[in-house]
T-cell receptor, first 116, second 113 residues
Framework: SAVISQKPSRDICQRGTSLTIQCQVD?????MFWYRQQPGQSLTLIATANQGSEATYESGFVIDKFPISRPNLTFSTLTVSNMSPEDSSIYLC?????????????FGPGTRLTVL | AQSVSQHNHHVILSEAASLELGCNYS??????LFWYVQYPGQHLQLLLK??????LVKGIKGFEAEFIKSKFSFNLRKPSVQWSDTAEYFC???????????FGTGTRLKVLA
């Protein structure tokens, strides 16, 4: 398993500004993921962030809006740029691990973002 | 495309009632299956998971799930729910050999005291 922390845990931001969310893992992991959970909805994958390569974005998400950094094997950031109220969501990071039985992800506590 | 369906979007039960939440997936290959719970205001927690072996999987807090390969299902059960089980429940699937989760839309459970 992995212990994951995120900063900030919550924030209230003004329209047009940007927020950078940090994700820290207590062990080295290759694969990290960023999700969005809009109010009352399920989790949607934004992008996969592997160390040493550009992030891979899912359909509907673009780098200009959600730039991601992955400077090392224990840390990643997601920036929500030029925010609008529609960006109000919980943003979660997770890490992918591989065990003898199979693969799974461990999730951080999330960052609750409200955009006014 | 792969997908995960949770047919019950909202479920309301009285305490001590039995619970079964449906989860069906569409993928013909080998999969790993998960149920997560999200209590109000809290983060996602793993309830149980299935990788291989016994298709009846027991998780935390008295939950269990049964993998029925022929039906592409992984339904979550609990014989007697408690008020504290009020939460949202998510089914998720990973194709074997990958790391990418496909999440269901979630089922919001409310247990009346």
């Amino acid at each position: 398993s992995a212990v994951i922390s995120q900063k900030p845990s919550r924030d209230i931001c003004q329209r047009g500004t940007s927020l950078t969310i940090q994700c820290q893992v207590d062990s080295q992991v290759t694969m990290m993921f960023w999700y969005r959970q809009q109010p009352g909805q399920s989790l949607t994958l934004i992008a996969t962030a592997n160390q040493g390569s550009e992030a891979t974005y899912e359909s509907g998400f673009v780098i200009d809006k959600f730039p991601i950094s992955r400077p090392n094997l224990t840390f990643s950031t997601l920036t929500v740029s030029n925010m609008s109220p529609e960006d109000s969501s919980i943003y979660l990071c997770s890490v992918g691990t591989s065990g003898s039985s199979g693969n799974e992800q461990f999730f951080g506590p999330g960052t609750r973002l409200t955009v006014l | 495309a792969q997908s995960v369906s949770q047919h019950n979007h909202h479920v309301i039960l009285s305490e001590a009632a039995s619970l079964e939440l449906g989860c069906n997936y569409s993928y013909g290959g080998t999969v790993n299956l998960f149920w997560y719970v999200q209590y109000p205001g809290q983060h996602l927690q793993l309830l149980l998971k299935y990788f291989s072996g016994d298709p009846l999987v027991k998780g935390i807090k008295g939950f269990e799930a049964e993998f029925i390969k022929s039906k592409f299902s992984f339904n979550l059960r609990k014989p007697s729910v408690q008020w504290s089980d009020t939460a949202e429940y998510f089914c998720a699937v990973i194709s074997s050999g990958t790391y990418k989760y496909i999440f269901g839309t979630g089922t919001r459970l409310k247990v009346l005291a």
